[in-house]
């Protein structure tokens, strides 16, 4: 089984339309919607994990527990960081840091989290190789580092410090737990974004995101449909 795990509504029900399947409701242990759906050759799972890192960690454990997921894949939208990016262009997560763990009074790194034996969690190798197939109409779809962190980004200063100390490409808040999560379960993962804002680079983060999250997410989705079928 597929698991399918998304922020928000909007993400989710871009790619449910989009994928054109038959949802079944199930009951679920958490507050979120949980679907399943057969699309292709593929039985697929799709969970509503709702916004931040332990909202995020939370669903992923609960469906690597409840269901046998062979691959996990977290869509949705993120924040640009690069001057080559913009709106409705895609990034596919090569690995993802924690930005926002900070330990660095013990003298560890921006990002890395303490007692851990890992800095960036990176994405399945054979996922990417498939995601590197994926195009999209008029935008770009690039392989590189996503960062995450309980925080929305839209500040100037902040998009290039991001930019410039993780050599990140997009923002988030909820891949690089999510990528936590599968690590410490041993499942295979990847994570895609389409760019719904600046993160504050042109002065109007939070106006452009609500413009364009529904158009963002239409193209995550149409990202995940190429995928399946190369999977
Ligand atoms: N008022 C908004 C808040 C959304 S928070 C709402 O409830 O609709 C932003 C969401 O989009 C998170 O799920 C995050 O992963 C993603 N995101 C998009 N742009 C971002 C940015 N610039 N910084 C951080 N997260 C961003």
Do not use: W
């Not at 993120?78 to 997560?93: E, M, R």
């Not at 840091?97 to 990002?111: A, I, Q, T």
């Not at 990528?179 to 389409?194: D, G, K, L, S």
């Amino acid at each position: 089984m597929i698991g399918i795990i998304c922020a928000m509504e909007e993400e989710l029900t871009s790619i449910v339309r989009n994928l054109d399947v038959t949802t079944s409701h199930i009951p679920s242990k958490s507050d979120f919607d949980v679907y399943t759906a057969r699309y292709g050759r593929h039985e697929l799972v799709f969970i509503l994990c709702g916004i931040g890192k332990v909202n995020a960690a939370i669903h992923t454990q609960m469906l690597i527990d409840s269901y046998s997921i062979e691959y996990l894949i977290n869509v949705g939208v993120a924040g640009s960081l690069s001057a080559d990016l913009t709106f409705g262009d895609v990034v596919v997560a090569s690995d993802l840091v924690e930005h926002d763990m900070d330990v660095s009074g013990f003298g560890l790194p921006l990002g890395q989290i303490p007692r851990m034996d890992v800095f960036a969690f990176k994405s399945d190798p054979i996922l990417l190789e498939c995601a590197d197939k994926i195009k999209i109409a008029n935008h770009k779809t690039v392989i590189g580092r996503i960062v995450s962190g309980d925080q929305f980004i839209d500040s100037k200063e902040k998009a290039e410090f991001l930019h410039s100390h993780f050599n990140a490409l997009a923002c988030e808040m909820e891949g690089a737990a999510i990528a936590h999560t599968c690590h410490v379960n041993n499942i295979p993962f990847i994570v895609i974004r389409a760019l719904s804002d600046m993160a504050g680079r042109d002065g109007v983060a939070a106006h452009s995101f609500e413009e364009l999250k529904n158009m963002t997410a239409n193209h995550s989705s149409n990202v995940v449909k190429q995928l399946l079928a190369l999977i």
